[in-house]
């Protein structure tokens, strides 16, 4: 029997068909909170014949969470659902606790999913927290990108992200729960007015603010972000990709209004690096208006340069002297590196080698070839093979002209 629209499960499963119809196997993730629970049974349901699997991420950060990820667990074997926890072993982070938390949560899943051969991981925003975190960025000053809603689906950490329940309310969520006399956990957090979150959720409820409505917006300044993205792309379509640096025509970057600009100089310093997240406004903004007066910039370890009919972005040399080793065979989340025998390591070339190496032959500018990969035995220099190829060590940029479009469209 097929269920009335205005059952929450017939938005879910008709999200599931849109965006994982086509995925023999899916990930959730389960904190044990309402929304969560609700997502992994509605995917039980629809999922027959598939893979699934759940995962709950345990940060450590409150005592009962241990527990909690437990009755997850039994939860998920009720439904014949395999269940992992995964700890949070929590380092020298440093900034705001939740942001570190949500990021460790992401990096978790993703590896978890990859050990399993999971293409996706289903999520449990809802509306609420559309609206929610609309109001959040709202007063926080943020500018469309911010304010636009969250994405059906994203991919980062080499897995694709999905959230079949934004056109659910929290509310009915939790009635459909109830009805099948199925339990969740209230994390004692969702109350704590210390965070963000909580004093916008009860803001919401105290002034009857329609969240279905906020939720419409988000999605709004979602289709807006959607045009601008698209008018960056065409913008961007003479940019040239060579050697780890990226070049953009300054007619066309000219030309275009500010905001637009400010997309393409992101997705550029992104690309040149391998950032997962966009330098600060203010200091893109800072870079901005370097680059009208015809200055050289860094923004977020990337030089900036204005060069007669073209800008110039390519990797700072300070920031490409902080890089570690090679670590699973990239070095500076901008190159593949192979051939390195024992005793051998990777660092930036650095200024005071780039006389040695005749960089000129190479056609790199000065700062590029210092910033560039070079093979060293302890203090000794070996090789710099992105500016004189030497066997058998090869260097391979990690990304090529088709991911900077990627990120003028993502960002």
Known sequence: MSLPPADPAFRVHAALDRLAGDLPAIGIAVSGGGDSIALMHMIAEWGRGRRIMVATVDHGLRPESRDEARQVGRAARALDLPHATLLWQRGTETGN??????DARLRLLAGWA???DLPAVALGHTADDQAETLLMRLARGSGIDGLASMAEWRDRFGIRWLRPMLAAGRQPLRDWLRARGIGWIDDPSNENEDFDRVRIRKAIQAMGLDVPALARAANHIQEARDALSHYAAHAARDAVARDGSLTLPRRAYGDAPPEIRRRLIVAACRWVTGADYPPRRNTAIHALNAIATGHRVTLDGTLIEPEGDRIRLFRETAAAL????VQNGIWDNRWHVSGLKPGQHV???GLGQVARVKWRLSGLGRDEAAASPAVWEGDRLVAAPLIRPAAPYDVRPVRIASDFHR?????
């Open 97 to 102: 606790l939740m942001a570190n938390a949500r």
């Open 114 to 116: 990859q050990r399993n």
């Open 322 to 325: 902080r890089a570690p080793d």
């Open 347 to 349: 660092a930036a070339l």
């Open 407 to 411: 990120l003028v469209m993502a960002h």
